[in-house]
């Protein structure tokens, strides 16, 4: 088994325009002569690579703490694609994504990453939502446009379908595998940033 981690380093990771860069204070230092070296994090929720609760856009959807974890880990689909997804590039993900897990014997089809410079349109974001996916994720910090997210967002987040963004996928090949993308345990939080990794079934 090979496992492949998909998650960016957070402190020179890419963030969405306006957002913040996360922020490291050194607190104690065993060179300085303090007994242990300690941390001090900032950072959005939303930096590097990270999911999205429906309560991200949605004021009464869930929050992080309150999705299902079997939504952030199970099997999943890598698929490729470059530019927009269309309703008709999204139709054509889905039925390879349903041919694989078919052919896997696992649910692959209910949790679809997209590995290239992608951006789902709204038409896409409609199709995967009434397929009832469970997860999306792609390389993008943001699923919909950059300067229009909102409409993809409600439509996906809308069937609670969690997005996993800022992913990084370059060294993996398009098939089926296991997918751990468990986000922290924050309370009342509309997002979190996660150790997304992608494991073989060989």
Request: with cysteine.
């Amino acid at each position: 088994m090979k496992i492949y981690d998909i998650s960016q380093e957070v402190f020179g990771c890419k963030v969405f325009p306006g957002d913040p860069q996360p922020d490291r204070t050194i607190m104690q230092s065993i060179k300085k002569g303090d007994i242990c070296n300690l941390t001090e994090l900032r950072m959005c929720a939303h930096n590097g690579t990270h999911v999205d609760a429906p309560y991200h856009f949605i004021d009464s959807g869930k929050t992080i703490d309150e999705v299902d974890m079997k939504r952030f880990v199970g099997y999943a689909y890598v698929a490729t694609h470059e530019g927009e997804i269309s309703a008709s590039d999204a139709e054509a993900i889905m039925e390879k994504a349903e041919e694989a897990a078919k052919s896997a014997g696992v649910d692959a089809d209910k949790r679809i990453l997209v590995r290239g410079n992608a951006v789902v349109s709204e038409e896409a974001a409609q199709v995967f939502a009434d397929k009832g996916i469970l997860l999306f994720g792609n390389e993008s910090q943001t699923v919909g446009p950059e300067d229009a997210p909102k409409q993809v967002h409600l439509t996906m987040l809308g069937k609670e379908i969690v997005l996993l963004e800022g992913i990084r996928l370059s060294e993996v090949e398009d098939g089926v595998y296991m997918l751990n993308a468990a986000p922290l345990n924050l309370g009342g939080a509309d997002g979190s940033p996660c150790r997304a990794i992608l494991m073989s079934l060989k």
